[in-house]
């Protein structure tokens, strides 16, 4: 459920608000359109970079909430917390990232943290992970290029991009709002 949210974060407002208005669950009777919408989501950004090119943006942007998302997950070993919450931690700590950066207000991230609860996913860690450990499991992340963090953020809610050149301490003070600790 995690990455429907994240579809919606990304590329479709209108998904997102369908998800803000009622939780979604496998009777939901427009189960069937919300997966449809994603997978419209994922094409339009697939076909937008249909040869992996994109040197901004592009295929990258499918990876909201996943750099962040990944670190939780080496850290702590596979199984302490599912794919999906940590996806959903990490969507968290990308909405405080894009607030940091200007792009988001703080209301954003009280909406994100709202719709990620209604669906019953995490909004921070259950328990405080070391913030060297995070930021390391992040430098060894596959998503690096050049040696550089990138991060998809978002410029608006329903709109993600990639940014090359953050200030590692944004990143680190964002990990730091959803449970980290130096
Ligand atoms: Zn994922």
Redesign the pocket.
């Known amino acids: 459920m995690a ?1 429907v949210i994240k579809y919606g974060l990304l590329g479709d407002v209108g998904l997102l608000e369908r998800l803000e208005s009622s939780p979604l669950t496998l009777q939901s009777p427009d189960l069937a359109g919300v997966i449809r919408r994603c997978c419209e989501a994922k094409a339009r950004v697939v076909e937008a970079d249909e040869f992996e090119r994109a040197k901004e943006g592009g295929r990258a942007l499918l990876n909201l909430g ?1 750099t962040f998302g990944h670190a939780i997950e080496q850290v702590t070993g596979y199984g302490t917390y599912l ?1 999906g919450e940590a ?1 959903a931690i990490g969507l968290v700590a990308a909405t405080r990232l894009s607030v940091k950066l200007g792009y988001l207000m703080p209301s954003h991230v009280e909406r994100v943290e709202r719709v990620l609860r209604a669906h019953q996913l995490p909004i921070a860690l259950r328990e405080p992970l070391a913030l060297a450990q995070l930021t390391a499991a992040m430098g060894r992340d596959k998503k690096v290029r050049a040696g550089r963090l990138r991060f998809v953020v978002m410029r608006q809610l329903g709109e993600a991009i990639t940014q090359g050149d953050i200030d590692p301490a944004l990143a680190e003070a964002a990990f730091l709002e959803v449970g980290a600790v130096h």
């Open positions: 990455e996943h794919h996806v």
